[in-house]
């Protein structure tokens, strides 16, 4: 499959998550990460960067 092939049919299973009648839970690590953000950006201590900068730190 090409790139925008599987582009699409991953936002055909996106769409889909939407028409679910049950709610899909958030794990328990994922709002203790969401939490740690959350206090780190409260107390000052979070760093921030562009988009450009992390796309220039991440490997190829």
Do not use: N
Not at 6 to 14: F, H, S
Not at 25 to 54: C, M, N, V
Request: proline share 3%.
């Amino acid at each position: 499959m090409s790139t925008a092939e599987r582009l699409q049919v991953m936002e055909v299973l996106w769409d889909s998550f939407r028409y679910e009648k049950d709610e899909i839970e958030t794990p328990l690590w994922h709002e203790q990460i969401l939490q740690e953000r959350k206090e780190s950006i409260a107390s000052g201590t979070a760093k921030f960067i562009s988009l450009s900068d992390l796309k220039q730190s991440r490997p190829q």
